[in-house]
C-alpha cells in the first residue's frame, strides 16, 4: 500500500489503497499513539452512494482517539453503478488485509468492525459473515444502521419529518441491492452468504460483541434497538446507548447530547476500547452477557 504519512495533533494518518481482485479501494489508516487496543475497520454512512474517506476525516479521527485502535476508513464501492455485494465485499477485503498488516506489524491480529448508517449495515452483514466462516472478530460498533430495505417501523412514522424519511430510505435501498435481489441474499465465490440486509440472517447466536448507538429523533432507532434485542436473545454480549434528542448522521459531529456526557462517537470509541481491554485481560474466557440502553 502506497501512503503519505500526516500528523494530526496525537493522532497520525495515512492515505492509501489496499488491493482488491479487480479495483484498489481507497483507505485512510488513523494510527493513535503510543499504545494501540487493536484495529477497528470503519465503513462511512451514505446511503451506500455517497461514502467518502475525505468527508469522514474528522469522525475517523475520533474514533481513533476515543478507542485507541488503529481506525481503518475505507472507500467502499458506490451504488447505483456497484450494487450488493460490491459494498459488502470492500469491507471484508480491508478486514482481511487489516489483520494481516497487524500480524506484519508484530501486534496481535485483533480486528473489529463498524460504520455508521448504511455503513452500520455493512458492518453488522461483515460480522454475521466472519461468524459464518469461523474467522475472528473482536466487535460490531453500530452507528444508527438502518436495517429493513420496506422501512415498515414505527419510528419512521412517529418521526415523519426526521431524516431520513422512509421514501428516502427505501430508494437507498433500491439502488443498493437492485430490483432483482435473491430472497436472504446472495451467494459468494466460496459458497456462503453474502448478506444485504443483517436481517437476511437464519441465526444470530455466535456473533461478536455488538456495540450500538442510536438518537432518539432517529427514524431508524427501532430497527436497532430490535436489533439489539434480537441479538441479546442468541446470547451474544450487546451494548447499546440511545442519545437523548440526537438526530441521524450524529456521528458526524461531536456534539453532547441534552444534559450532558460523551458524544455518540466518543461514546463509541470508549465503549470499544472497554470490550477490547476485557478481552486483553480474559481471553480465555466467553464475555458476559450484558444489555445496557438509555442515555
Known sequence: MHVEPIGSRDIGWQAGHVPALTHAIPVRVYRPEPDRYGWLVWAPGGSWQAASVELWHDASTALARASRCTVVTLGYRLAPRHRHPAQLDDVLRVLEWSREQAAREGEPPVAAVGGDSAGGTLAAAAALVLRDRGEPLAAQVLAYPPLDPTCTARSYARLPDAFPSARRMRAAWRAYLGP???????????????????????????????????GELDPVIDDVTGYAVRLGGAGNQVSLRTFPATPHAALLGDDPPPGGGPSLRQWLGTELRAVLAAGRRRPEQAPDHQTHSGS
Open 180 to 214: 432483482d435481489r435473491p430472497r436472504g441474499g446472495v451467494r459468494g465465490a466460496d459458497g456462503g452468504r453474502l448478506y444485504g440486509t443483517p436481517l437476511d440472517a437464519d441465526r444470530f447466536e455466535g456473533l461478536a460483541p455488538l456495540i450500538a448507538a442510536v
